[in-house]
């Protein structure tokens, strides 16, 4: 294998040890055991257990972040066009975390179960999500597709505590209610909720 090769392979066995066995539990031994390698392998890629699992946290955060930013609108539209917007971002939000599970549970549960420098990252990748949203929804007020009145800042709390806490339960819980819902039924779902609240309907 190439160097580029053995990052690549480490960075994706830990990520599955420390989504499975928690961050505490892995140890580098078990890493290297997983990819193959010498030990000498993991040190010549990551000073220590704790930098892998930023270098894991931050890559995860930034095809995140992408998956909203591709939210963000260029052009104004009416309320029908807005609702599909958000059902598009929120199906690819779903998807992506669906197709990545280990850094979805290392995102919600590493803070449970590591040292001060990870959970801040991690409290800084909530933060950064957040923003994101916020973004998208000042840039629909801006287009004067959203009321202005509103705080950006706290539509964009709200609204990130309905996803992410959907997210988990969707991803980890055993919840009746939502086992076997696909992702864009889902998204369905919350977009309708986003926009119409209990009542669920735009009429």
């Known amino acids: ?12 066995a830990a990520l599955a040890l420390f989504a499975q066995e928690g961050y505490h539990k892995t140890k580098v031994s078990d890493i290297v055991k997983q990819v193959g ?18 270098c894991i946290l931050q890559e995860g955060e930034q095809a995140l972040l992408n ?8 052009t104004e539209g009416n309320v029908d066009d807005m609702v599909e917007s958000s059902r598009r971002l929120m199906t690819d939000l779903f998807s992506f975390a669906q197709a ?8 919600f549960k590493t803070g449970q179960d590591a040292e001060e420098k990870i959970c801040r990252h991690i409290s800084h990748t909530l933060i950064a999500i ?9 840039r629909a007020q801006e287009l004067e597709m959203l009321p202005k009145d509103s705080s950006s800042k706290r539509l964009a709390a709200m609204l990130v505590s ?13 919840s009746p209610h939502l086992d076997n819902i696909a992702a864009e039924s889902l998204a369905v779902e919350i977009v309708s909720f986003e926009f119409f609240g ?4 735009t009429k």
Do not use: C
């Open 198 to 201: 209990l009542l669920g309907k």
């Open 1 to 12: 294998m190439s160097t580029l090769d053995n990052r690549r392979h480490l960075m994706e």
């Open 100 to 107: 990545n599970p280990d850094y979805m549970r290392l995102l």
């Open 67 to 74: 998956v909203i930013r591709s939210g963000y609108r260029q």
């Open 37 to 54: 390698v010498a030990q000498g392998t993991f040190y010549w890629h990551f000073k220590n257990k704790e930098e892998i699992v930023l």
């Open 162 to 174: 309905l996803v992410l806490g959907t997210l988990e339960r969707w991803l980890f819980s055993e």
């Open 130 to 138: 957040e923003e994101a949203f916020e973004r998208n929804i000042k």
